[in-house]
């Protein structure tokens, strides 16, 4: 059984730069993708981005020139990276596995990361 | 912007057959890209529900289905029950954005 934990500074002030790093348990990388997800309070889910074994990533266009995703395939860890946060980046941000036909099957317990000043 | 659009709400009581739409365009649901569902309970994670438009992952009872015509698709539950009470949100995939979006979301309330 797939396990993700997720852990992340979760109190930042504007400008600042977020930082979230997502753990694989019971598997592996393989082929699939590994994406984030948010949910700014109160409304829906947003993708992100995705990250593959081998590094390739994919962004949301609204979020590309921001955002940066690692990946250790070491220590089965996957990293987010979101710079010069704002009060509208406010949300609890979701790390989870792509896996056929795009289906998000296993996530993250989730992290609150809350920008204000 | 790229969206899949929902009913905001859904209700109904107990046993009764509820359906939630998810509207999309020719990029994502009407190209053909897979539709998958998501429930989630305040304060937890989505939990899938269906993916590929009709399949259950084990452990989901069968009365959630989905289908798909067109540019749309549609979440059933069937003999709804209190439990059932939370968010269900659709997803697929957009060709114009290059990733994954997500429906609006949708309450279920039991009355």
């Known amino acids: 059984q797939v396990q993700l934990h997720q852990w992340g500074e979760g109190l930042l002030r504007p400008s600042e730069t977020l ?23 109160g409304k829906g889910l947003e993708w992100i981005g995705e990250i593959n074994h081998i590094g390739g990533t994919n962004f949301n266009p609204s979020l590309k020139s921001r955002a940066t995703i690692s990946i250790d395939t070491a220590k089965l860890q996957f990293s987010l990276i979101l710079r010069s946060v704002s009060a509208a980046d406010t949300a609890v941000y979701y790390c989870a596995r792509v896996s056929w036909l795009g289906k998000l099957d296993y996530w993250g317990q989730g992290a609150l990361v809350t920008v204000a000043s | 912007q790229s969206v899949l659009t929902q009913p905001p709400s859904v209700s109904g009581v107990p046993g009764q057959r509820v359906t939630i739409s998810c509207t999309g365009s020719n990029s994502n649901i009407g190209a053909a890209y897979d539709v998958h569902w998501y429930q989630q309970f305040p304060g937890t994670a989505p939990k899938l529900l269906i993916y590929g438009t009709n399949s259950r992952p ?26 059932d009470e939370a ?19 949708t309450q279920v309330t039991v009355l």
Do not use: H, M, N
């Open chain 1, 19 to 41: 930082s979230l790093t997502c753990a694989v348990y019971g598997g592996s990388f393989g082929e699939d993708y590994w994406t984030w997800i948010r949910q700014a309070p």
């Open chain 2, 58 to 83: 084990s452990g989901v009872p069968d009365r959630f289905s989905g289908s798909k015509s067109g540019t749309s698709a549609t979440l059933a539950i069937t003999g709804l029950q209190a439990e």
């Open chain 2, 87 to 105: 968010d269900y949100y659709c997803q697929s995939y957009d060709s114009r954005l290059g990733g994954y979006i997500f429906g609006t979301g």
